[in-house]
């Protein structure tokens, strides 16, 4: 399994890459293993706009046997969701840490992704 060491990783298996004020959203190579073929991903377009605190939920994701929340890593403005998965929600099976991003927010404080795990802390705890 990848974890890039560019990410911070919540518990719950999402990732956070941080471009900037901005910051992209998903979940991890090892969630995407976990939850099997994804089929759908459901977050509200009209959540863009909206801020969330740490730990909200956003969305859901669905696979064949199972559905999983996805939760807010870090308190920020949604500006952007992921159109592209609304047409192949697989795209987070396929590249979790590229094209299968789920959300773009801007984040409220930076400061606040030094309390989500580095890569290797993250690999280890999913051990």
Known sequence: MNFP???????????????????????TDYAQHELGDITFVDVDPDLVGETLDAG????AIEAVKTSAEILMPVGGEIVEVNEALADDASLINSDPYGEGWIIKIKVNKVADLNGLLDAAAYEEKIK
Do not use: C, H, P, Q
């Open 56 to 59: 909200e939920e956003f969305g």
């Open 5 to 27: 060491s560019n990410l911070k990783y919540t518990k719950d298996d999402e990732w956070v890459r941080l471009e900037g004020e901005e910051a992209y959203i998903g979940i």
